[in-house]
């Protein structure tokens, strides 16, 4: 059966929906159009460093649900798995300053980066200091060609956005929040793996096919095929290929402790994302590793792909307590 989609024309997928979000969050959230932008309600006359970040639809609720009190300032969308252009995050940055600098988070994608730089030093000219933080977290392309783009920015950008948001909230500087997000990027490592494709808005088909008895290892977030095929196999088999790979590259060992994501590509229910989780603290358990606070959900998707990701962070008291400060956004508050 062609796959089916809630969708009128599929040019006007991305505005359409996110007047909607914004008329559903009025007091959170403010939709500019032209350029398209996201930014937080309401009055922000404190004056604090503000957190700006973006990259392709199809990802929600990444950014843009990220955005409001103790996270994000503002978030730039692209086109469905498309670079925002220099413009719009200009915009947003400057929609975004409150006097202090704009710290940008952006995921290791060539347009991503690209913009994102020219952004900067549009930014500049008109006086906005700014720094970046680069998330590259995707152990699936990790060594890959000399020379070559680096490690994927995936689901680790959450606890970037949620970490910093929370310092800058408290008064850290600029300075200071580029170099934790630094850390947390450095400390952080992701695996992700597909049961099915994601396919793109007014097509019928997905972007790849598997066979009944496979999955694809290591996928991004855009629809691309992974770094291989594998067999199909039981929950706890699954979810061993993703952690202990990670577990490795972190060096982790007994005595550590860790802020796990169990993150869901799009089409994976919340019940299979518990069964993951609790098949990732005993695997964990194993190694005496603490699992001191974990997110479970979908919160950086692939449209509509089936499937799953594993984010390990390490931890430590200052970043769990960053973690647990207070946050309202559309997709995270407590």
Same mark, same amino acid.
């Given at each position: 059966m062609p796959v089916r989609q809630l969708v009128n024309d599929p040019a006007d997928l991305v505005p359409e929906a996110l007047r909607g979000f914004a008329r559903a969050h009025p007091e959170l959230v403010r939709y500019h159009d032209d350029p398209a932008f996201v930014v937080r309600a309401g009055v922000r006359d404190r004056a604090k460093v503000a957190l700006v970040s973006g990259g392709g639809s199809g990802h929600e609720p990444l950014h843009v649900g990220f955005v409001g009190a103790g996270m994000l300032d503002a978030a730039v969308p692209g086109a469905v798995f498309a670079s925002p252009t220099a413009y719009q995050i200009k915009a947003a940055i400057e929609?975004?300053?409150?006097?202090?600098? &704009?710290?940008?988070?952006? %995921?290791?994608?060539?347009?991503?980066?690209?913009?994102?730089?020219?952004?900067?030093?549009? =930014? *500049?000219?008109?006086?906005?200091?700014?720094?970046?933080?680069?998330?590259d977290d995707d152990l699936a392309t990790d060594g890959?060609?000399?020379?070559?783009?680096?490690?994927?920015?995936?689901?680790? &950008?959450?606890?970037?956005? %949620?970490?910093c948001g929370a310092a800058a909230e408290r008064g850290a500087s600029l300075a200071d929040l =580029? *170099?934790?997000?630094?850390?947390?990027?450095?400390s952080a490592r992701t695996l992700a793996l597909a049961l099915a494709s994601c396919t793109q808005p007014g097509q019928s088909r997905p972007s790849f096919d598997l066979a009944d008895d496979e999955i694809e290892f290591g996928v991004g977030i855009h629809g691309e095929h992974g770094v291989g095929r594998r067999p199909y196999g039981p929950v706890r088999d699954l979810v061993g290929e993703l952690t202990r790979p990670i577990a490795k590259a972190l060096e982790l060992g007994h005595g550590d402790s860790v802020i796990a994501i169990v993150n869901g590509l799009g089409s994976t229910h919340d019940l299979e994302l518990s069964a993951v989780h609790g098949e990732l603290t005993a695997i964990l358990d194993d190694l005496g590793v603490e699992v001191t606070r974990s997110l479970v959900g979908s919160y950086v998707t692939s449209l509509d792909m089936r499937g799953c990701s594993i984010t390990l962070v390490r931890?430590?008291?200052?970043?769990?307590?960053?973690?647990?400060a207070p946050v309202r956004t559309p997709a995270l508050s407590w």
């Open positions: 929609a975004a300053d409150r006097g202090q600098g &704009v710290l940008l988070i952006v %995921k290791n994608y060539t347009g991503d980066v690209l913009n994102f730089q020219i952004a900067a030093e549009l =930014a *500049a000219d008109e006086g906005i200091e700014t720094r970046t933080v680069l998330v890959q060609e000399e020379g070559g783009p680096g490690r994927r920015g995936t689901a680790a &950008v959450v606890a970037v956005e %949620k970490i =580029a *170099a934790l997000g630094e850390r947390v990027t450095g931890a430590d008291d200052e970043l769990v307590d960053l973690w647990d």
